[in-house]
């Protein structure tokens, strides 16, 4: 049994042959990069396997995987070193443009133009795949209604949400009916709502269209949408087969344990280093254990001297399998593949350091460090942010949930000061920032959702860069530097320029700099956003050690799971609060007879939709 106690699984030397028709065949395919400093990246090594015709097949894997590689030899954009790509019986490499016309391809920037309209990019896309004139119109009308975007045909594209923006490049890479889909992680980025959308279409393209499909993803729920799915790992398949056989495997591995005298995040620092334990997860005011092997485990060894505790067998998921899968593989070494942008990797997390002894869970009648009060911002005749108020304790962990275009992020801009507000209050830290933005600024620290530092210079140059703008004495910015080095494992790649950096690298060193003149508040938004399993579990730990020291966190994020490691969340729709409450309350509004235990997925979105049939039976007939 290989380390992390993941079940053995065949790794295939040719194609599964299921008795069935191929849609794609990868036989024994090799690509190999060279980057900018002359390292050679093996992007693939010798990976095979077969996407049968009919079907929704994940590719899944961590950061730097290969899975952005083998979507773009399938393709027919990148020629491979060795093996072969049989896309709908043409070969990828040498009959590229006959494959190119009869698939479609999402990449994960999608090319939309944002000063086009809904209905002019598809025309445009329409051009480019050769569409005839007479055949638009029922082919626009068809997937207009699918993605739900009729009314929207005249706005503008950069107008759009995230997630509409996410059903317009399916729609347009759809304007020419294609028997083969390939779609690279089409849902990062966006809210659950709009993922449960993305997906509706999905299978309505394979059962109405008979479309094959093979996606990938970061979010593992996904996973077990798909008949089949493919882990990657290094350029190597690793595992594959039907995510539920997968899953299942992990039977009598998967426990959840609670312990009345601990907060949420005490009880996860300490599970996390008991014996035995592969993978902790908060959820709820529990946490969720998976084993090494299939044994009821012993709480007094769990958690020695703790009174009151509780564990029970809980069933396995697929991200249990693929965490406990990964954990026993090396990792690579923070350097971004060649294989572009959209190209990552993650890490072994580093050890958190040990929590001190204060509570963690802030009581709710703590001392308020942000007070919003009837807070406004307008962008001429738009309301961003509408009458928000609410109020986060110190050292509390408070999150903000919202669908794309909720609001959530212009709320964020102007907690940090970046952003005037257009009425209302907002005090952060004791101060009024729409009368001194500068002085609440030097007490938080601020992790936009995209990569904010600066490309070329080095990591060591980026970190010295926010420690002068932060005011640090060079004595204290050397101090702040080594730490960052040692507590973010930074030190090897001191000298490389953070352009060159993996995702889950560059997350790393952007948590840092946010955190170089110690703040007494972070800001976190969507930090995780694109990152994998492994990388999003290191990041949490680091939160939770920062939490426990009494740092106040506020987040937002769009893996549901994230959010229970909020002691408190708001719930954000069209520019303002649906809900304050715990992630344990807010499930708790979502519980009923057909769903009994719903998860955070189930009572975000139930909210939402509520919330929207609500506002649908109180607007005047036109």
């Given at each position: 049994m290989p380390p992390g106690g993941a079940a053995p699984s065949t790794r295939?030397?040719?194609?599964v042959d299921h008795g069935e028709p191929v849609a794609l065949e990868i036989k024994q395919l090799s690509k190999?990069?060279?980057?900018?400093?002359?390292?050679v990246v093996q992007a693939l090594d010798k990976v095979s396997f077969s996407v049968r015709h009919g079907r929704v097949s994940g590719l899944i894997g961590p950061d730097s995987a290969g899975k952005t590689t083998l979507m773009r030899l399938a393709a027919g954009l990148l020629l491979a070193d060795s093996g072969s790509v049989t896309v709908l019986g043409k070969d990828a490499g040498s009959e590229s443009l006959q494959v190119q016309g009869s698939i479609g391809y999402m990449p994960q920037r999608f090319g939309l133009y944002d000063d086009l309209t809904v209905q002019e990019n598809l025309d445009l896309y329409a051009d480019l795949q050769g569409v005839a004139l007479p055949d638009r119109g029922d082919r626009y009308g068809e997937l207009l209604q699918m993605a739900g975007l009729e009314p929207?045909?005249?706005?503008l594209a950069g107008k759009l949400s995230g997630g509409m923006k996410q059903k317009l490049g399916l729609a347009c890479s759809l304007v020419r009916q294609p028997a083969l889909l390939l779609l690279d992680e089409p849902t990062v980025g966006?809210?659950?709502?709009?993922?449960?959308e993305l997906w509706a279409i999905v299978n309505r393209l394979v059962r109405n269209e008979q479309t094959t499909v093979l996606l990938s993803t970061a979010y593992l729920d996904e996973a077990e949408r798909c008949d089949e799915i493919f882990l990657l790992h290094d350029g190597q398949l690793l595992d594959q087969g039907d995510p539920k056989i997968l899953r299942d495997r992990l039977q009598g591995r998967i426990f959840s344990v609670s312990a009345e005298k601990l907060s949420k995040r005490s009880l996860h620092a300490q599970l996390s280093q008991a014996p035995g334990?592969?993978?902790a997860v908060i959820q709820g005011e529990q946490v969720r254990l998976v084993m090494a092997v299939a044994t009821p485990p012993r709480?007094?060894?769990?958690?020695?001297?703790?009174?009151?505790?509780?564990?029970?067998?809980?069933?396995?998921?697929?991200?249990?399998s693929f965490i406990a899968l990964l954990k026993g593989q090396p990792h690579a070494d923070g350097l971004d593949s060649p294989d572009g942008p959209d190209s990552q990797d993650s890490a072994a997390p580093a050890p958190a350091a040990a929590p001190d002894a204060r509570p963690s869970t802030p009581t709710q009648d703590a001392a308020a460090i942000i007070e919003v009060n009837q807070l406004e911002r307008s962008f001429g005749s738009f309301r961003a942010v509408r009458n928000v108020s609410f109020a986060v304790a110190a050292g509390e962990v408070f999150g903000l949930l919202g669908a794309n275009g909720a609001g959530k992020t212009t709320t964020f801009r102007m907690l940090c000061g970046l952003l005037p507000a257009s009425g209302g209050s907002l005090r952060v830290a004791g101060v009024d920032l729409r009368h001194a933005p500068a002085a609440a600024r030097a007490r938080i620290g601020y992790m936009s959702q995209k990569f904010s530092l600066y490309g070329h210079l080095s990591v060591a140059e980026n970190l010295r860069f926010f420690s002068s703008a932060y005011g640090l004495s060079r004595q204290r910015a050397e101090q702040r530097m080594r730490w960052a080095m040692r507590e973010f494992a930074l030190a090897p790649l001191a000298a490389t320029a953070s352009g060159d950096l993996s995702l889950g690298y560059k997350q790393r060193l952007a948590l840092a700099c946010a955190l170089m003149h110690e703040p007494d508040i972070l800001f976190l938004d969507e930090p995780t956003s694109g990152v994998d399993p492994l990388a999003r579990r290191e990041f949490w730990q680091r939160i939770n050690t920062l939490a426990e020291q009494g740092v106040t966190i506020m987040v937002t994020t769009h893996f549901m799971e994230e959010a229970e490691y909020c002691d408190r969340l708001a719930i954000m729709v069209a520019g303002e609060i649906l809900t304050i409450g715990t992630p344990t309350a807010i499930k708790r509004q979502a519980r009923s007879e057909a769903l009994p235990d719903p998860s955070m997925e189930d009572a975000f979105i139930g909210l939402i939709e509520a919330h929207s049939r609500a506002e649908s039976q109180t607007e005047p007939a036109s």
């Open positions: 295939p030397d040719s194609p190999a990069f060279q980057a900018s400093n002359g390292r929207f045909t005249r706005r966006v809210d659950p709502l709009s993922r449960r334990v592969v993978d709480l007094a060894a769990l958690l020695p001297g703790i009174e009151n505790a509780r564990i029970s067998a809980v069933p396995p998921r697929y991200e249990d």
